[in-house]
């Protein structure tokens, strides 16, 4: 059954044309599934755009999506308004699609609204897409649950570096608490890089994640869903860096290369898997949600878990862009059937207002002044 589904993406985020890559896509695939697609783009200014064409990657060349309506997600829609700012017209939603990778819209911010909106979303929900966002918040959740991830420190700001006794053993890894894409990402192996690397990290971010380089590291994906009742876990995949890590260029730009299915071990891939559907599971995790692992000296360290993965994951989930069809129509499924049986459950409504007068409130007022 067709439906009005909200696809956003962009955001105030340093990954915001990544995104509109993986928005456009999510549209189209949606779109040519028979879905009727409402395309909300968030400018890197905060400025949010509906209509039918930002669907087409075309249109944010030259920042040309500024000649699109601006819009506001509330009441169960969007808002479309006019070039004077008056509203246009309301177009309702079925469901959401979250596109946005990184920044606030990748951490919590948009599944916020939605929930605010009254709009299924068939993302990560509002505590996992902020706990992962942030990699020490990662580091601490994870070791909860008893999943094994590298030795770190974690640094808010260039001083806390002249302590390298704080520190792991080099060679280390820098990276930027809650910036994704690979940004901001440093190997180094003395304290003159690291403090460099640090006060380069801290002009993008707040704080810093200083981790243990494992040594001939093999970076391996899977992919991970939920619907019916059952994590669906992706085959492993080898993500082969240029370099020393796999960096920005290495993800969007061709310069790695990826094996599907990862040549490991039978075990390790069931364990990689079995980690997998245990950190989602756990966590009553939805939506499409990548899980970065790193295989050094036999072992397997959970690295990160991204809740808005780049393309989100279809070449890990599918042949192609028509099977990747059922996957996302599934998960949107599922999102709808999860937001009908949360809103049977009761709201309390406790009466306490009725007793309460107009001078107590003035009293505590005065109080407080």
Do not use: W
């Amino acid at each position: 059954m067709s439906k009005n589904i909200i696809v956003v993406f962009g955001g105030v985020s340093n990954e915001n044309e990544v995104s509109v890559i993986t928005g456009t896509m999510a549209a189209n695939i949606l779109k040519n599934g028979g879905h009727t697609v409402i395309p909300v783009y968030v400018a890197q200014d905060g400025e949010t755009y509906c209509a039918p064409e930002l669907a087409d990657v075309r249109n944010f060349k030259s920042n040309n999506f500024s000649a699109y309506p601006k819009a506001v997600v509330a009441n169960g829609g969007v808002y479309i308004f006019n070039k004077k700012g008056k509203m246009k017209r309301f177009v309702k939603a079925d469901a959401a699609l979250n596109c946005c990778h990184g920044g606030a819209g990748e951490g919590g911010a948009v599944s916020g609204l939605f929930h605010l909106a009254g709009i299924p979303l068939a993302s990560a929900g509002i505590f996992e897409s902020s706990l992962f966002m942030d990699k020490y918040l990662t580091k601490l959740i994870l070791a909860a649950l008893g999943v094994k991830t590298a030795e770190y420190t974690y640094i808010k700001s260039r001083e806390e570096v002249d302590c390298p006794h704080n520190m792991p053993q080099f060679p280390l890894i820098v990276k930027p608490v809650t910036l994704g894409s690979s940004i901001g990402i440093e190997k180094v192996n003395d304290l003159k890089k690291l403090q460099s690397a640090v006060e380069t990290a801290l002009i993008y971010d707040s704080a810093v994640i200083v981790e243990k380089y494992l040594e001939n590291r093999r970076e391996i994906n899977c992919a991970a869903y939920f619907v019916k009742g059952e994590v669906v876990t992706s085959e492993c995949e080898e993500a082969i860096s240029s370099g020393d890590v796999l960096s920005f260029e290495d993800k969007y730009q061709g310069g790695g290369k990826s094996v599907l299915p990862a040549d490991i071990p039978a075990e390790m891939a069931k364990l990689i898997k079995d980690t997998t559907r245990k950190v989602y599971s756990d966590l009553n995790m939805r939506g499409i949600v990548r899980f970065d692992y790193i295989i050094s000296g036999g072992e397997v360290y959970l690295s990160e878990v991204n809740t808005v993965p780049g393309s989100l994951s279809y070449y890990l989930l599918s042949s192609g862009f028509k099977d990747f069809f059922a996957v996302l129509n599934a998960v949107i499924e599922q999102a709808v059937d999860d937001f009908e049986l949360k809103n049977t459950k009761k709201l309390l409504h406790t009466g306490i207002l009725e007793n309460i007068s107009a001078r107590s409130i003035k009293g505590a007022k005065s109080a407080d002044n």
